[in-house]
């Protein structure tokens, strides 16, 4: 039996133990919720801690698959893009594995993002319009495609149409929760979604545990979007099979992607009744990102908080019920996300600064903190 994810290595693809790279990612822990689901009036709410991982997000699970196939299949270097998590977790595999990792970035990529990937030793390039463009964003894609093809590089971008290898990582995520439920499935899972890689992944993970879906019940697969980039949950409702076309005006980090690569198979699952969709509106996400801290002791970016806030929505609309079982992906770690953090911060009560000495006396005063 491997460590990290390769314990499943009989459903990823077919890599020797010497190429598997592994810094520990995967088995994370399941977490049952001890304030927030009495609160919600739900029994049974779990949170499924992918902000456990090494660089912080699921993503390690996508780039521990992919880093090994590419020295497998005797890869030089690999290339990609990524506004954030994506690249953490590739650099630092790649820095393990011992292979160049160049990545191409927005313009105007966020400084705290670009920082931990630079810290792994990645090259990185900013690409003037990338971000703004969508012209450019077409060319950036064309590039790596064919760059990797010439120098024999590995394409390491996190979605299924554009390496279905590293992506089936993500299923590990399922086959730990059938086995941290004693082999049962829970009722709902809320998945956060914007590419929809990582809701693909999920789907694909369970529909390989449950063989014979009409024999085996699966859970119900929840697609949770901002309300500013909705274009599969929109989809959804007007009864389409593609993402419906549209800009994004979401604020989080992550949930930003408006033309979802893996938005058709995620419409495919939630359209055939293997679950619904919920947007959510920025602001409700960042109180409930809020409460995760002060209810629960955990404290996650943004784009892990949807999940939750989902929840809530699902059970005002009597979606889910008190007794269902429900998990919510925490899908990233709260240190991600610096400028959120500053922003609760600056709500709570300035740090007041006294003496030791004034300290003692308050406290013979019976007038302790
Ligand atoms: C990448 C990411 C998502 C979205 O995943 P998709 O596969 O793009 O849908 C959600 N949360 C976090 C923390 C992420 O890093």
Not at 61 to 76: D, E, N, P
Request: hydrophobic share 40%; with cysteine.
């Amino acid at each position: 039996m491997g460590i990290g994810i390769w314990k499943y290595k009989q459903f990823l693809p077919p890599i020797e133990t010497g190429h598997q790279v592994t810094i520990g990612e995967g088995n994370t822990p399941l977490v049952k919720s001890r304030n927030i689901g009495r609160e919600l009036g739900l029994k049974h709410l779990y949170f499924k801690m992918e902000s456990a991982n090494p660089t912080g997000s699921y993503k390690d699970r996508i780039a521990a698959v992919g880093v090994s196939w590419a020295l497998q299949q005797g890869k030089s270097a690999c290339v990609g893009t990524t506004s954030g998590n994506a690249g953490a977790a590739v650099a630092a595999y790649a820095a393990r594995a011992g292979l160049p990792y160049h990545l191409l970035v927005l313009e105007h990529i966020v400084e705290a993002k670009l920082a931990q990937v630079l810290t792994f030793g990645a090259s990185v390039t900013k690409i003037k319009n990338f971000g703004s463009s969508e012209d450019v964003g077409l060319k950036v894609f064309r590039y790596i495609e064919q760059i990797a093809e010439r120098m024999n590089w590995e394409t390491m971008i996190t979605a299924f149409k554009f390496n279905p290898t590293a992506m089936s990582g993500v299923k590990t995520i399922s086959h730990e929760l059938h086995t941290d439920f004693g082999g049962k499935f829970p009722d709902a899972v809320f998945i956060p979604v914007g590419g929809g890689g990582l809701f693909t992944g999920i789907a694909k993970g369970f529909k390989e545990l449950s063989g014979d879906v009409e024999r085996v019940k699966s859970p119900a697969l929840v697609a949770v979007q901002s309300a500013g980039c909705s274009n599969i949950v929109d989809a959804w409702r007007q009864g389409k099979t593609e993402p419906v076309p549209g800009d994004s005006t979401a604020q989080i980090s992550g949930l930003q992607v408006p033309n979802a690569p893996d938005g058709k198979d995620v419409l495919q699952v939630i359209g055939r009744g293997g679950g619904w969709g919920e947007a959510v509106p920025d602001p409700v996400t960042w109180q409930w990102q809020e409460r995760l801290a002060e209810h629960e002791g955990i404290l996650c970016e943004p784009a892990a908080a949807i999940s939750l806030a989902g929840v809530e929505q699902a059970l005002q609309a009597g979606r889910i019920d008190s007794d269902s079982v429900v998990v919510c992906i925490v899908s990233g770690a709260g240190y991600k996300d610096a400028g959120r953090i500053q922003a609760m911060v600056d709500k709570k009560p300035l740090v007041p600064t006294h003496t030791i000495e004034s300290m003692i006396e308050s406290m013979n005063d019976g007038d302790p903190i």
